[in-house]
């Protein structure tokens, strides 16, 4: 193989820039050119391509985003889309495909190498959520949960200043894992989360609790993705049935994409971008990167797409502990 390509899609992660880098520079190392393609799979189907060596990834590791831009691609997901992208491919000379994203993106690679077996593709887990199967942590979790900490470490200190009960609602439509770590991290009287069933009178008697020992401030944490609904209806719910406090919501929203990535997702970005490109080039395909007990690993993208990884009952049950 002399010739790869790397893209970035779904939406974006800290960390992105740094897994780049890790792909250019190792393939760079092995004398492999490589192609940066802009806009995901829209960019594969548009053309648009620029050539990536070792000085075009420099000073990017610490840089949130992506330098490659990320879309979602409505012309990928037809068979005429998927046809014109590979025939840029092929005209670019292009062998393999290193595809940095999540669940989505993944079955879009998987699709393109089974229609066009000539074709390598690997996956690399770049998404916040950290709900693919095959890895214990993905690209961006871990500086998203950091992120959401420190904006609830704030959002706490207003909250006991003032008396004050803040929902606060952070991302996860069909996962909670980033609710629920940060949640612990930062105190949270209770985590709200898709993966368990919300019961009023349980959140209600735990503000209760906390009322009676004086308490000065309350934040509970919900995944957007909660059964009950987001922030603002459970907020209200909470309202008519608690009114002790006066109750307030915070969306942190899309703040949790963006910011410099962590040490810890620069170091997993960086590996697991020299183990996919290292993987392909000796002849992997249709597999995701990823690491598991601090070994790296791959599972077949159909799986990874497949699976959402269950959330441990043990953290579950400390994060109740530690609300009491």
């Not at 077996?117 to 693919?132: A, Q, S, Y």
């Not at 069933?197 to 349980?202: A, G, I, R, S």
Request: charged residues 25%.
């Amino acid at each position: 193989m002399k010739h790869i390509a790397v893209l970035t899609s779904g939406g974006d992660a800290p960390g992105m820039n740094a897994c780049i880098r890790a792909v250019v520079r190792t393939a760079a190392y092995r004398n492999i050119q490589v192609t940066g393609v802009v806009a995901g799979f829209e960019g594969l189907i548009n053309g648009d391509f620029r050539d990536l060596d070792s000085t075009a990834v420099g000073n990017i590791i610490q840089k949130g985003g992506t330098i490659l831009k990320t879309a979602r691609s409505k012309q990928f997901m037809t068979p005429e889309g998927r046809a014109k992208a590979a025939e840029n491919m092929r005209k670019a000379g292009i062998e393999g495909l290193v595809v940095i994203g999540g669940d989505g993106s993944f079955r879009g690679a998987d699709i393109l190498a089974s229609e066009f077996p000539e074709f390598k593709v690997i996956g690399i887990p770049g998404t916040i959520d950290n709900d693919l199967y095959g890895t214990d942590f993905t690209i961006g979790y871990d500086t998203a949960i950091n992120t959401v900490v420190d904006a609830v470490d704030n959002i706490r200190d207003t909250a006991s200043s003032h008396n004050r009960l803040f929902f606060v609602e952070v991302m996860g439509r069909d996962a909670g894992l980033i609710a629920l770590r940060s949640g612990i991290a930062c105190g949270a009287e209770a985590i709200l989360i898709p993966e368990t069933k919300t019961h009023f009178d349980k959140l209600i008697a735990q503000l209760e609790r906390g009322w009676k020992r004086q308490k000065s401030g309350h934040v509970i944490i919900v995944a957007e993705g909660d059964d009950a609904g987001g922030a603002f209806e459970i907020a209200r719910i909470v309202q008519e049935k608690f009114d002790k406090l006066e109750t307030k919501v915070a969306i942190l929203g899309h703040i949790q994409r963006g910011g410099n990535p962590t040490c810890m997702d620069r170091v997993l970005a960086t590996r697991l971008g020299y183990e996919a490109t290292e993987a392909l080039l000796f002849g992997q395909t249709r597999v995701m990167t990823g690491q598991v007990a601090g070994k790296v690993s791959f599972t077949p993208l159909q799986n990874a797409v497949k699976h959402n990884i269950d959330v441990n009952e043990t953290i579950i049950k400390i994060a109740e502990i530690m609300a009491l």
